[in-house]
């Protein structure tokens, strides 16, 4: 009985979420949000992406294996922060 009414209340919630309005119609402004992205969100996606490639290419180089797989996902990694942030500037944030 209680897993049928877990399953209505998801599926509630899930038909409320696909019925309601997009939020940047309402009073949500869109350069404010790709602001909080760019300093919060590709901040933290930066850093996170160097760590774990620290991380990695320890581990690879500790195991014998090579270190440029790592190298280069440290790389595109970086490159998609840095650009994602020169994007959303270009868009005038």
Do not use: E, N, Y
Not at 2 to 30: E, H, M, N, Y
Not at 58 to 72: E, F, K, M, Q, S
Request: glycine fraction near 12%.
């Amino acid at each position: 009985m209680t897993k049928l009414i877990d399953q209505r209340a998801a599926l509630a919630l899930a038909c409320t979420l696909i019925a309601a309005p997009a939020f940047a119609q309402g009073s949500v402004d869109p350069a404010t949000s790709l602001q909080s992205i760019l300093t919060w969100g590709l901040t933290i996606a930066g850093i996170v992406i160097a760590v774990i490639c620290l991380f990695k290419g320890i581990h690879a180089v500790a195991d014998g294996r090579h270190i440029g797989p790592t190298l280069i996902g440290l790389v595109v990694g970086t490159a998609i922060c840095f650009g994602g942030a020169a994007i959303v500037t270009h868009f005038g944030v």
